[in-house]
């Protein structure tokens, strides 16, 4: 029997398997992850998984490695992250796709968002393999498209029908243990006004004033619910707006996307009929017309603390780094939302610094990917073997 000492974490595997990735440049929208999704395949097959690439949209594959078999007396983990990532935008002061090694960080876009978290898991079953253990029970890493356009990839893993007892998400998460997320409701909202020349702005109605209006009123909802321990309150933010026709033209029409993020005790119905009637305050006052469309829905979820997986991650946690462990709230929607949804117990659990997300300059600290590397090793160690 090998030790559980002699698990030892390759940092230079972990960073050039990143630096790969990001070097694959995989940008969504519009939607680039082959090429990296071509990478993971390599190091699955490498390390000795049956792989699975399957294409959920053109050139846009999800990247499945198995390791193992799965018994009636035995466990399956499941460690999901996703290829994709956003648009590296501007203000960048290193080439976002170089993949920038300095100062004990590796730089790039989709360095902690969440290509790290997929580098670092691959770093922690080459770890457990090196070591001489064998699974007796299965793991399954996969590798996702479209996380950062509403979860394609992983909706269609759920709809292929796939099955764990645990699963571990590894989104940026400054290594706490997530256990809760916030919903998301987004609202497309049209104004309808009236034109008229705007010398004589008194014979219309203009639709960006009132929406403009309308939206601040839509902030202001005060809504009765307790404040969830990990989650907060909702927030409400106005994302897109757009209207009007001309300069010298009174407004007819005007739109904008609102995005409101909810705890558990806060509910998608209890939202909209607020929204509604507000709106409707403004008609009556204005003589304009509304339209409220709801443009998409991400369902809240939260684990109880005292549930299996919460109470293991946190043993394996402590002796694996030597920590106490936090136990956190995601803010953000991830694909976690998904295998709740299947009945498969998540976990939220990867790098940081999370807060760098999406920004300029976006890096993620080697440290963190060691010990996400550590951590991710001794629970399948625990699990699996």
Not at 6 to 22: A, G, H, M, Q, W
Not at 95 to 104: R, Y
Request: aromatic share 8%.
């Amino acid at each position: 029997m090998v030790e559980e000492d002699s698990l030892k974490i390759d940092e230079k595997y972990i960073v050039e398997v990143l630096r790969n990735l990001i070097k694959t440049k995989p940008v969504n929208p519009p939607g680039r992850e082959e090429e990296a999704a071509l990478v993971i395949k390599e190091e699955l097959e490498k390390l000795g998984a049956k792989t699975i690439l399957d294409y959920v949209k053109p050139k846009r594959p999800n990247i499945i490695g198995i390791f193992g078999k799965k018994n009636l007396k035995e466990t399956t983990l499941l460690f999901n992250g996703h290829t994709d990532v956003v648009p590296p935008g501007p203000n960048w002061t290193v080439d976002p796709f170089k993949a920038v090694v300095k100062n004990g960080r590796v730089y790039g876009r989709g360095a902690v968002d969440m290509l790290g978290g997929l580098a670092a898991t691959l770093g922690a079953i080459k770890a457990v393999i090196d070591s001489g253990h064998e699974f007796k029970g299965k793991l399954i890493y996969t590798a996702v498209v479209a996380e950062e356009t509403g979860g394609d990839g992983a909706i269609k893993l759920v709809k292929d029908g796939i099955k764990a007892d645990y699963a571990y998400v590894s989104e940026p998460s400054n290594l706490e243990i997530r256990i809760a997320e916030r919903g998301l409701i987004w609202f497309k909202i049209r104004c309808i006004g009236e034109a008229a020349h705007a010398s004589t702005p008194h014979l219309g109605v203009n639709a960006i004033e009132v929406l403009a209006k309308a939206l601040l009123a839509v902030k202001d909802i005060k809504y009765d619910y307790e404040p969830h321990k990990l989650l907060g309150y909702h927030t409400f933010n106005i994302g897109l707006i757009k209207g009007g026709v001309k300069t010298n033209i009174v407004a007819p029409e005007c739109e904008a996307t609102v995005d409101i993020r909810t705890p558990p005790s806060l509910s998608f119905k209890t939202v909209e009929e607020k929204v509604r009637a507000t709106l409707k305050v403004f008609e009556e006052i204005y003589g304009v017309k509304f339209e409220l469309q709801v443009a998409a829905k991400a369902e809240p979820f939260e684990l109880d603390k005292n549930s299996k997986i919460v109470k293991f991650t946190c043993k394996v946690f402590r002796e694996a780094l030597n920590m106490e462990p936090k136990l956190g709230g995601m803010f953000g929607v991830t694909d976690g939302r998904f295998f709740i949804k299947a009945g498969i117990p998540t976990i939220i659990l990867g790098p940081g610094p999370e807060e760098n997300a999406h920004k300029a300059d976006e890096y993620v600290e080697i440290d963190s990917l060691i010990k996400l590397a550590k951590l991710y090793a001794k629970i399948i160690l625990k699990a699996l073997i």
